[in-house]
């Protein structure tokens, strides 16, 4: 053999163990694998979990719909190896509970812990009572996988939910005897709390949401809504614009009526649920006392 060919071969296993080294640094840190649909949820578990944890969220994206979100080959993995395995359910996320293939794996599906009324809306990250719940079930879920941090797991969600708690107090009734219009209900239940009317019209929330063409006298009503000024505020999602959206919220703004962003994931910038719930919490406070 050469000492080129032995460079070569030498060089080979360096790489190949390089290779080894970083792709499964997470398995061998000790930490309880988890995996999230979204970063909102993935967020979540992380306040419970600390550094006990490692959580991955496959839409974690600011940018991206989740509505059109395709896993990938990778996520399979993932979602197989993890110890527990967190989603929204109820119809938002299907694609996650698709990846699930064991019974015997633990997971969190959000969506039955809310106790929900006769108006159902998926979009329960905005439910800080269900948040709570979710919180509690990973405590649960995460102390049976390391009983021995059981009690740290159990004082992480005590201080979570007491701020979940905060930001309820901070909500409750802000915005009785105002009304409001939305691009897309998911914060139907954060506006709930407020105690404000929702006035968007139910055909253009359906359009929106199943991103098809919003009829007439719909769009005519909510345009008369935002530019007569008889909603007070216009909750826009910002994660799914489209035309329509864009050109209500250049409406909103023109005739004065304060627009508070909202979205599906968490955003940049922002270091956990309960920064990005309370940033958007004072938004929606301060344009309902305008």
Excluded at 6 to 11: D, E, F, I, Q
Excluded at 175 to 188: L, M, Q, R, Y
Excluded at 243 to 258: M, S
Aim: net charge negative.
């Amino acid at each position: 053999m050469t000492l080129r060919n032995l460079l070569v071969g030498a060089l080979a296993v360096v790489s190949l163990a390089a290779c080894g080294t970083t792709s499964t640094p997470s398995a061998d840190s000790g930490k309880i694998q988890v995996v999230a649909s979204t970063n909102v949820w993935g967020s979540v578990i992380k306040a419970v979990g600390g550094d006990e944890v490692d959580v991955k969220a496959l839409l974690d994206d600011p940018s991206a719909d989740p509505h059109s979100y395709e896993s990938k080959p990778a996520d399979v993995a993932l979602v197989k190896d993890a110890k527990l395995v967190v989603f929204n359910g109820g119809g938002y996320d299907d694609f996650f509970a698709k990846l699930i293939t064991g019974d015997a794996q633990k997971k969190i599906e959000a969506f039955p812990l809310r106790k929900h009324d006769k108006d159902e809306n998926e979009h329960v990250w905005y439910d800080l009572d269900t948040v709570r719940a979710v919180a509690e079930a990973a405590a649960n879920e995460l102390g049976a996988v390391k009983p021995d941090k059981k009690t740290t797991f159990e004082s992480n969600t005590q201080q979570f939910t007491a701020k979940l708690e905060e930001l309820g107090k901070k909500v409750d009734g802000i915005g009785k005897g105002k009304k409001v219009v939305a691009t897309e209900p998911i914060a139907h239940y954060l506006l709930d709390a407020t105690g404000a009317e929702d006035v968007t019209p139910q055909a253009f929330s359906k359009a929106v949401e199943e991103e098809s063409d919003v009829p007439a006298a719909a769009l005519a009503s909510i345009n008369q809504l935002v530019e007569g000024k008889q909603a007070n505020v216009l909750v826009d999602n910002t994660q799914t614009e489209n035309q329509v959206t864009k050109q209500l919220v250049e409406k909103a703004k023109t005739a004065g009526v304060p627009v508070v962003a909202v979205t599906e994931t968490l955003p940049e910038g922002v270091t956990g649920y309960l920064d990005w719930m309370s940033k958007q919490v004072d938004a929606l406070s301060q344009a309902l006392k305008a």
